[in-house]
């Protein structure tokens, strides 16, 4: 089954990329599929480019999942791979999509995995999203977690393991995903079985740290183990340090054309845009017309500008560089831009960017721009002085910089430049304004960070004292 003389489908599916996924783009696509018949593909659910898709199907009037595989290299090898993965999981006992077809369609020249739509499920991911109320939200956790125990009991190991490959439909949790599962002879071990646990609960949203202790304590029950307080924190420094890993991994394509990001180059001009703000274009922040108005109130004295773009109004944070300092203006813009990515990322409030802007106006002269989402709130020092704000405001207020800080440092990112203008109090939300002034050390140092901390606090402790209120600060 060479690659050879192959239809030119696959290279015509070359062209589909995830955002397809995220506009909506249909694909209509047809499948002749022995034993089904044919099979309309339409909406685009996930896109490796070049690799794989997996789409939407219908069957006179019968929805189906199609998973096509057409790489130039190893096409057979992936679609081998994950059928396999999805085949172990029913034989075994575990709740998944059943297989319709799976092999080559000769005539189209690619693999392809057809499987049943289950109607009224729903992505582990999403259903997380839409729950507010936390003991749902536990419930629906601790439903998640068990099953991944069950994976184990069965002898399964599922290596690309994340929210998005679980399902959930009639309190029921589904595998969706066979590829890079590992079968084995017997029960994993338990240090085996706690790194894949890892592995899942390092893809948790930041917002969900709460609920860690609830997790491994699930699992440790499916699995009939039993496990001290002592191990539940080595359990919890574990996920953390996968999180810290894989935020490197996530800052090294900050820069570069992966998805989500699209990086252009050219002489005297570098950009980045983020394709997930699909309402808006390169081309229209490039353009901007009119002269930039200083952003009112607080975030005018952050230094952001207000620029139109299209129909969208944003935020600029411009760092013009001249002369031998140009280089300290494209760091400073590129660390804005990263941390800003990084804060979004870990579920810190922060205005979120949108695009990257290097370009050269002269000799030795730039002009280096970050392009954010607006935001609206209230300084911090404006809230804490107002003669409304009562006690119980500066405690949720307290409370807000204590879960902005832990999650900083449970990042690795030190708090030790912030500032309380830096920060912005919109409702309940605590909006930090200049990730810029941002540092994440090379090496993890819990020293450093307790530095950086006490730093923090001690200013922001200095403004509680301002107010009359007893200056200990977020602790």
């Known amino acids: ?17 995830q955002d397809h996924a995220r506009t909506g783009t249909p694909l209509r696509l047809s499948l002749s599929i022995p034993g089904i018949g044919e099979v309309l593909c339409s909406d685009v659910f996930r896109v490796i480019r070049g690799k794989r898709i997996v789409c939407l199907g219908n069957v006179r009037g019968t929805k189906v999942i199609v998973k096509l595989y057409f790489a130039r290299r190893r ?9 396999s993965g999805c085949r172990v999981f029913i034989e075994r006992g575990i709740p998944a999509p059943k297989i319709l077809y799976s092999g080559y369609l000769r005539g189209h020249g690619l693999y392809a995995i057809v499987m049943e739509y289950l109607e ?6 999403r259903e997380l999203e839409k729950t507010k109320d936390a003991r749902s939200r536990v419930e629906l956790l601790g439903r998640l977690v068990r099953e991944l125990a069950r994976h184990h009991e069965a002898g399964i190991i599922q290596n690309d393991v994340h929210l998005g490959n679980f399902m959930v439909r009639d309190q029921r949790v589904y595998s969706l995903d066979g590829d890079q599962v590992v079968r084995c002879w017997g029960a994993p071990g338990k240090k085996r079985s706690l790194d894949n646990l890892v592995r899942l609960l390092a893809n948790l949203p930041a917002g969900l740290d709460a609920d860690l202790d609830t997790c491994i304590r699930s699992y440790m029950e499916g699995r009939r183990w039993s496990i001290s307080p002592a191990g539940e924190s080595s359990v919890k420094e574990m996920v953390y340090r996968a999180r810290r890993k894989g935020l490197s991994s996530y800052l090294g394509k900050t820069l570069r054309s992966r998805d989500p990001f699209r990086s252009q180059s050219s002489p005297g001009l570098f950009t980045v845009f983020d394709k997930r703000h699909t309402d808006l274009n390169l081309a229209d922040i490039l353009d901007a017309a009119g002269i930039p108005v200083r952003a009112r109130g607080e975030l005018g004295r952050a230094g952001y500008l207000e620029r139109t773009c299209g129909t969208q109004k944003l935020l600029e944070l411009a760092s013009p560089g001249h002369g031998p300092l140009v280089c300290k203006a ?9 941390y800003a990515l990084v804060l979004n990322r870990i579920g810190v409030q922060a205005p979120v960017p949108v695009a990257l802007v290097l370009k050269k106006k002269a000799p ?7 392009f954010f989402r607006t935001v609206e709130g209230v300084g911090l020092m404006d809230v804490l002085h107002a003669p409304e704000t009562s006690r119980e405001g500066c405690d949720r207020i ?12 449970t990042a690795g990112l030190s708090p030790m430049g912030l500032m309380p203008d830096h920060i912005l109090i919109s409702g309940e939300r605590t909006i930090v304004v200049n990730p810029g002034i941002l540092r994440r ?9 307790a530095r950086g901390l006490r730093m923090a606090t001690s200013r922001f402790g200095y403004a509680c004292a301002k107010k009359g209120l007893p200056g200990e600060g977020p602790v």
């Open 1 to 17: 089954m060479a690659d050879t003389a192959r239809p030119v489908m696959p290279e015509l599916l070359g062209d589909v990329t």
């Open 75 to 83: 096409a057979y090898r992936h679609w081998k791979r994950s059928e």
């Open 120 to 125: 009224g499920g729903t992505r582990i991911d």
């Open 330 to 338: 494209l760091f400073r813009a590129v660390r804005t831009w990263r």
């Open 364 to 370: 030795c002269m730039w002009q280096c721009s970050v």
């Open 398 to 409: 307290s409370a807000g910089l204590t879960d902005t800080f832990a999650r900083m440092c």
């Open 441 to 449: 050390p090379v090496m993890f140092s819990r020293v450093r960070l």
